[in-house]
């Protein structure tokens, strides 16, 4: 069966400047290009999931206004459900992104609608109770992002939280969360515990059952009270754009764990999915289909089989 993954989260445009140099204050600088993309880390996880083969629905806020527009369709596009995505009176997030010549960039973020997100319908949390898995990042208020995580507890879904942006987290959010997902800056926040992801890990699961520390190009990290640690590499491949690589292998994951696959073949899945999109320019635009991850998943292991390094 398909499964069906629930995303409460955000919703954003990203309005990105590309410039030599970033303006200091008080000065204006010329531009050489602009873009809007898509983004939000509740709509790329929602679109990862998608792509990936699952039922998705998206809940969350956009507001009556073009970015809104742009934001449903571009959900819809990636066969994501956005009956529940709110069309709200307030203008829709915003990314004010200034991308400078030597890759380094300054982010300025207005939630807008996103900070609505502070409850559920109670069409929300039918949808909630139905699904096999609940994705929650923090771009949206933590009231909304607890609501949802103790409502998925109360029907006995399994929650998995990416803990970005970096903030202390209420222990009572914590004890809703089956699966904390952070990057190794994020476990390193959370924990106190600088370079060095087990030692982070082993700390975090005094507070959840499962972890799983992303550390970029070097893979990831699953530890689970009780068992050995998992470490799984990334592919090695040419990265060309990283954004959005942590937000695909949340909703891969997600999708693989959903499906039954084991937590070392559900890690190998998603780094695959994420390899695939740090090839390709942009967040969501990068996402792979299932028949790609397939694919790659399928070559990564045969590469392993052979003693050739991945
Ligand atoms: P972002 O904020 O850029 O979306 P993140 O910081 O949340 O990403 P990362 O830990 O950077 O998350 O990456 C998530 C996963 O993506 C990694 O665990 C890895 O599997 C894959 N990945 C990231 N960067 C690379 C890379 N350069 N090469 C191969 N795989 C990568």
């Known amino acids: 069966?398909?499964?069906?993954?629930?995303v409460l989260g955000s919703a954003n445009m990203d309005l990105v400047a590309y410039v030599a140099e970033a303006p200091r204050r008080g000065e204006t600088v010329t531009g050489r290009e602009?873009?809007?993309v898509p983004g939000g880390k509740g709509a790329n996880q929602a679109i990862a999931a998608a792509r990936a083969g699952a039922t998705v629905s998206m809940i969350g806020a956009v507001g009556a206004d073009t970015f809104g527009a742009q934001l449903r369709s571009s959900l819809e596009h990636s066969g994501v459900d956005t009956d529940l995505l709110?069309?709200?009176?307030t203008p829709t997030g915003t990314a004010h992104i200034v991308v400078d010549d030597e890759g380094g960039n300054a982010i300025v973020v207005v939630p807008g609608a996103n900070g609505t997100v502070k409850g559920l319908t109670p069409g929300d949390e039918a949808v909630i109770a139905s699904a096999d898995a609940?994705?929650?990042q923090l771009e949206i208020p933590l009231k909304g992002v607890l609501t949802a995580a103790r409502a998925a507890r109360r029907h006995g879904v399994r929650t998995v939280l990416t803990p970005a942006p970096a903030q202390p987290l209420p222990a009572?959010?914590?004890?809703?969360?089956d699966l904390l997902l952070p990057n190794e800056h994020e476990a390193a926040a959370l924990t106190g515990i600088t370079d060095d992801p087990p030692a982070a890990a082993r700390t975090l699961l005094a507070q959840v059952p499962e972890v799983v520390i992303t550390l970029g190009s070097q893979g990831s990290l699953y530890?689970?009270?009780?068992a050995e640690p998992v470490t799984?590499?990334?592919s090695r491949v040419t990265a060309v754009d990283t954004t959005g690589a942590g937000d695909t292998f949340a909703g891969t994951l997600a999708v693989a764990l959903a499906e039954g696959k084991s937590v070392p073949d559900a890690l190998h899945w998603a780094s695959s999915a994420a390899a695939l999109s740090v090839q390709r320019p942009g967040a969501s635009a990068s996402m792979p289909c299932r028949k790609?991850?397939?694919?790659?998943a399928a070559e990564a292991a045969a590469r392993t089989t052979d003693g050739t390094p991945s």
């Open 172 to 177: 009572e959010l914590l004890a809703a969360t």
């Open 292 to 296: 790609e991850i397939d694919a790659q």
């Open 34 to 36: 602009f873009r809007t």
């Open 1 to 6: 069966p398909t499964p069906h993954i629930a």
């Open 134 to 136: 609940l994705l929650l």
């Open 232 to 234: 799984v590499p990334a």
């Open 223 to 226: 530890a689970a009270r009780g």
């Open 86 to 89: 709110r069309r709200v009176d």
